[in-house]
């Protein structure tokens, strides 16, 4: 099945400062891949995806960058804010059902004021 | 739209109870995924349904565990004997058949006791 890595584990910037949060997957059929923000004891919310057929998609601060060739896809959140800090989860579809994802183990970011 | 609702949102058991927990999707969805989530871990597939139809089980465990999305009513997730292990966040995450994003209920927290 998809394998997918994320890095890294905790991340701490300063308030201003850019974040990146780095995911590779393992199969190379996957055209999907989404990024969630988990705020402590709420569910997880959708926050951008992009699909295969694009290299990059920004909205606002947030951006994601896909590079199908090294099979790994990028977060960037540019001029941090305290209510960036949450848990990140990247995700991509499981081998053999692009619709069930497998996620990664999360990023802890914190912003600093 | 009420979102995906899932209920209770904690839920108490001694061991060898049994535990249900429910799930209703936003409206228009008729995919349908529960996932179990340790503290401070990721998110671990479990089970995605249709209506009427397990697609995927290959997360779940063999015994004790059970899922249903019936014709009618929400979906249950079942887990029989329960023991101090289950103890865990689930959450249940629904879509459409034209997006791939899953939107996230709140979540059902059980502890075993």
């Known amino acids: 099945g998809e394998n997918v890595e994320q890095h890294p584990s905790t991340l701490s910037v300063q308030e201003g400062d850019s974040a990146v949060i780095k995911c590779t997957y393992s199969?190379?059929?996957?055209?999907?891949f989404p990024w969630y923000k988990q705020e402590l004891g709420k569910r997880p919310q959708l926050i951008i995806d992009?699909?295969?057929?694009?290299g990059e998609k920004k909205d606002q601060r947030i951006a994601v960058t896909l590079n199908k060739t090294a099979k790994h896809f990028s977060l960037h959140i540019t001029e941090t804010q305290p209510e960036d800090s949450a848990v990140y989860f990247c995700?991509?579809?499981?081998?053999?059902?692009?619709?069930?994802?497998?996620f990664g183990s999360g990023t802890q970011l914190t912003v600093l004021p | 739209n009420a979102g995906v609702m899932q209920n209770p949102r904690h839920l108490v058991r001694r061991r060898g109870q049994e535990a249900r927990l429910r799930c209703s999707p936003m409206?228009?969805?008729?995919?349908v995924y529960w996932y179990r989530q340790l503290p401070e871990e990721g998110l671990k597939f479990m089970v995605y349904?249709?209506?009427?139809?397990?697609?995927?089980e290959s997360g779940m465990p063999k015994e004790r565990f059970s899922a249903e999305f019936p014709k009618e009513g929400p979906s249950i997730l079942r887990i029989q004997q329960v023991v101090r292990g289950d103890s865990a966040a689930y959450f249940c995450?629904?879509?459409?058949?034209?997006?791939?994003?899953?939107?996230f209920g709140s979540g059902t927290r059980l502890t075993v006791v």
């Open positions: 995450a629904s879509s459409n058949d034209y997006n791939y994003g899953y939107t």
């Open positions: 199969d190379s059929a996957s055209n999907y």
């Open positions: 992009i699909r295969s057929n694009v």
């Open positions: 995700a991509a579809p499981s081998s053999g059902s692009a619709r069930q994802l497998t």
């Open positions: 409206k228009g969805h008729s995919h």
């Open positions: 349904l249709q209506k009427e139809n397990i697609i995927d």
